[in-house]
Nanobody
Framework: QVQLVESGGGLVQAGGSLRLSCAAS????????MNWVRQAPGKGLEWVSV????????YYADSVKGRFTISRDNAKNTLYLQMNSPKPEDTALYYC?????????????WGNGTLVTVSS
């Protein structure tokens, strides 16, 4: 069964740093594009970033560009999100999600999320 388990969230001060991890199992991780998506309290889902199967193609939402870095280690079946200089508005539940296709850009499997709280 497909499983995605996020970790690394917690309380961080604005301007600090935090690294989120997503451990994948139950599928061939290296065959899928992977995404990070977040949901701030009381808000809708916001796509954050995506990385291609081998890491050669990377895209970010404008809101995090220049501050966050997505990466993956296919040998460890793990996806990462390095958060540098986080802002209070980055406070959210962060999900990793498996890419479905390149037509709809849908995501078929999601983790349960890890909570990031950025204090000012």
């Amino acid at each position: 069964q497909v499983q995605l388990v996020e970790s690394g969230g917690g309380l961080v001060q604005a301007g600090g740093s935090l690294r989120l991890s997503c451990a994948a199992s139950g599928f061939t991780f290296s065959s899928y594009w992977m995404n990070w998506v977040r949901q701030a309290p009381g808000k809708g889902l916001e796509w954050v970033s995506v990385i291609s199967t081998g890491g050669g193609s990377i895209y970010y939402a404008d809101s995090v560009k220049g501050r966050f870095t997505i990466s993956r280690d296919n040998a460890k079946n793990t996806l990462y999100l390095q958060m540098n200089s986080p802002k209070p508005e980055d406070t959210a539940l962060y999900y990793c999600a498996r890419g479905l296709d390149g037509i709809t850009y849908g995501m078929d499997y999601w983790g349960n999320g890890t909570l990031v709280t950025v204090s000012s």
